[in-house]
């Protein structure tokens, strides 16, 4: 490794490249921190912490990401990107807290407490940060710490999920069969108020054809006398009946009369009982078709009804088989679940106990660093730091000033010639 020896540095003390590296992960500004060797220790330690931070909100992002993703491809840089976050963003809250002046070390002692507290007051919004940083890095690292137990927990969880997913689907099926069984029986009751009216429509169609029937009857009986008045007329002509007298005489001329007048009424019942048998037969194609059209649509709809039913039956069981087979598909919220459950058991207080602790360590490792800072007295390169912003302020309000003046003196000028 190169190292290099700092003409200000006290013997033995070297500026090597990790203590380079860790200045830098401290937010400290190296090119002024290695003119201060008393300043050294407490910027190493602190970049030392950060870095340690760095590292453990990677591995605990990976393992989070891959509990979430199943991939080790795809949670290996997301979670490095989540520890470079977490590692900026401690960077940022130890590079932005500053130390007060030296007056305060000659101040009394109400003084110090108040100077401690105008300190630590704008410093809570970091600390609540860096807890909550903390706390986020430590769980899934208490995951991966109490492994067995979490997966041991997460069985039964799964078994009272499944348990609860599969008595979800078993009251979604029965809503539905329920529902389809009272669309079933108000059909079957549409069917028999249909098969009444049918009934009754029967006893209008027989009523019809007995009296079509009977109007055939009748038309037959028409012709018949029709047919026998022409046998007499021509048996009258003939002399083969009647007055025995061939020829066309009164009495012919009479039964001629008779014959057109029983024609002409046969051919008139016989217009009229057709118009009536057709349309009585109208009627009745018309009850049956309305019949076996209604009687069609609701046998279709009974017939998808008990097709729906098996279909819900079939799925519900086709579903129920898979959760069996495959099991509840658990990530990472549910072993987060799992981990507290274990924790608040009754007889686990040890584990309890390793928790609370763990969260504690890693929480005091994020704090570490902010803790550093509050604590520790104001060094020469706070005070160098300090001397350097205020130069810089004052040389841009010299800037701004100068710049100001210019203007003014450019106007006056500019009204002084015209």
Not at 357 to 362: G, Y
Request: glycine share 8%; charged share 30%; hydrophobic share 40%.
């Amino acid at each position: 490794m190169n190292r290099t020896t700092h003409a200000n540095a006290p013997p033995g003390e070297r500026i090597d490249s990790l203590m380079r590296f860790l200045w830098w992960c401290s937010g400290a500004v190296v090119s002024m921190l290695k003119d201060y060797p008393t300043e050294y220790s407490k910027y190493f330690g602190i970049g030392g912490a950060i870095f340690t931070t760095w590292l453990l909100a990677t591995i605990s992002g990976i393992y989070a990401f891959y509990t979430m993703i199943g991939s080790y491809f795809v949670a290996i840089p997301i979670g490095i990107v989540w520890g470079w976050v977490i590692f900026n963003l401690d960077r940022f809250i130890t590079s932005s807290m500053k130390k007060p002046g030296n007056e305060i070390d000659e101040a009394f002692f109400s003084e110090r407490i108040g100077a401690f507290l105008s300190e630590f007051l704008p410093a809570i919004p970091r600390i609540l940060i860096a807890v909550i940083i903390g706390y986020s890095i430590s769980i899934p690292l208490e995951l991966r710490l109490f492994e067995s137990e979490v997966l041991e927990q997460v069985k039964e969880i799964e078994k009272i999920e499944m348990q609860r997913y599969v008595e979800r689907l078993r009251q979604e099926r029965d809503k539905v069969i329920s529902s389809l069984k009272s669309e079933r029986v108000a059909l079957k009751q549409e069917e028999d108020e249909l098969r009444e009216e049918y009934g009754r429509g029967r006893e209008e169609i027989a009523r019809m054809e007995e009296r079509i029937k009977g109007l055939r009857r009748e038309l037959q009986a028409d012709l018949e006398e029709h047919a026998s008045k022409i046998t007499a007329f021509q048996a009258e002509i003939t002399g083969t009946g009647g007055t025995g007298l061939p020829g066309y005489g009164k009495v012919a001329g009479l039964k001629e009369d008779l014959m057109k007048k029983t024609g002409d009424w046969y051919q008139s019942s016989q217009d009229q009982t057709m118009k009536r048998i057709e349309s009585m037969g109208q009627r009745i194609l018309e009850i049956n078709g309305r019949h076996n059209q209604s009687a069609l649509r609701l046998d279709r709809q009974l017939t998808g009804i008990e097709t729906e039913i098996e279909k819900a039956k079939e799925a519900f069981e086709k579903e129920k088989d898979r959760v069996h087979e495959e099991g509840m598909r658990h990530g990472f919220l549910t072993q987060v679940k799992a981990l507290y459950r274990v924790s608040a058991q009754e007889g686990n207080e040890a584990i309890e106990w390793a928790h609370t602790i763990f969260v504690l360590l890693i929480i005091l490792v994020e704090l570490g660093p902010i803790i550093v800072k509050l604590l520790s007295p104001r060094g020469p390169y706070d005070a160098r730091v300090d001397r350097e912003n205020k130069l810089a302020m004052i040389g841009m309000d010299n800037d701004v000033i100068k710049e100001r003046s210019i203007a003014i003196r450019n106007r006056r000028t500019g009204k002084h010639l015209t």
